[in-house]
C-alpha cells in the first residue's frame, strides 16, 4: 500500500529509517554506506531507500524541512509502513561554546514553541523525549568507534531568520532550558513517535555557531557528516 507521499509498498521499508532533512543526504548514505540499495520512493524528490549494512537490513529517507515535513513523513513510516525506529540525522546550529564545528550532538530532549503536539494529539509538552533504549544503542556504537557524544536539550525552531527584535526571547529560551544547539525537526519526531508507542532519536552534527559565528558549507553538510552517519549505521549491530 501507497501512501499520497510514499510510493514504497509494504516490506519494501526497513524496521530502522535514517532520516536525514536533505533528500540528497538520503541518496548520498545510500550510495555510500548501503549493499545493493534500491529505491522506493521518489515522491516529491523524497528519496527513500532501502538497503544492508553489515547485513543488517535499513533504510534511509529525506524528511524535508521543519516539523510538519518531518512529522508527516515519521507518521506515514510508523503507521503504515511497520517502522519501529527513526534516527534522524542532521545540521544544527551551536547555542554551547563547547560545542565545535563537526562535533556529534545525541538530543537528550527536544523544546519548541511549535503546536505541533498539541493539535496532534493534544500533549501540551513543550518538550518531548527520545527513546531511551534507542539512545542507549547509539551510544555503545559511539563508544565502540570512539567518537564523543555531546548529549544535551536542543531547541527544534520553527524559524530560522529570526527578526533582532525578538532574539531576546529566543536567548532566554535557551538560558532557561539549557540549549545546546539548535534545528527545525526532532520535537515533531519525538512527538509522533510518543503518540504511536514508537522509538525515535536525534544524532546531529554542528554544522555553524551562533557564539563564534563560524559555519559549513552546503557540501560539507550533504557529505562530511560521517561521525554521525557511521554511529546511526553503527547501531544497527544493537539491534
Avoid: W
Amino acid at each position: 500500500m501507497s501512501t499520497p507521499h510514499n510510493q514504497a509498498h509494504m516490506g519494501e521499508i526497513a524496521k530502522t529509517v535514517l532520516m536525514p532533512g536533505d533528500p540528497l543526504r538520503a541518496q548520498f548514505i545510500a550510495e555510500t554506506y548501503l549493499e545493493n540499495p534500491v529505491q522506493f520512493n521518489v515522491v516529491r524528490n523524497m528519496f527513500g531507500y532501502t538497503g544492508t549494512y553489515k547485513g543488517k537490513v535499513v533504510s534511509v529517507m529525506g524528511s524535508g524541512m521543519g516539523i510538519p515535513s518531518i512529522s508527516l513523513y515519521a507518521y506515514e513510516l510508523y503507521q503504515f509502513y511497520g517502522v519501529e525506529n527513526i534516527i534522524r540525522i542532521g545540521s544544527a546550529g551551536a547555542f554551547s561554546e563547547d560545542l565545535q564545528l563537526f562535533d556529534t550532538i545525541l538530543a537528550d530532549s527536544a523544546f519548541s514553541e511549535s503546536s505541533y503536539a498539541m493539535v496532534q494529539n493534544n500533549d501540551p509538552n513543550k518538550i518531548q523525549y527520545p527513546s531511551e533504549s534507542l539512545n542507549a544503542k547509539i551510544e555503545a556504537a559511539a563508544d565502540r568507534l570512539g567518537v564523543e557524544l555531546h548529549k544535551g536539550t536542543i531547541m527544534s525552531s520553527d524559524v530560522f531568520y529570526y527578526q533582532d527584535e525578538v532574539m531576546g526571547h529566543v536567548n532566554e529560551i535557551v538560558k532557561e532550558n539549557n540549549v545546546i544547539a539548535v534545528e527545525m525537526e526532532s520535537f515533531g519526531l519525538f512527538a509522533t513517535a510518543k503518540a504511536l508507542g514508537k522509538n525515535a532519536a536525534c544524532l546531529l552534527t554542528v554544522s555553524d555557531s551562533i557564539v563564534n559565528h563560524q559555519e559549513t558549507t552546503a557540501q560539507e553538510r550533504q557529505t562530511s557528516l560521517l561521525n554521525m552517519i557511521r554511529i546511526a549505521l553503527e547501531s544497527l549491530e544493537e539491534m
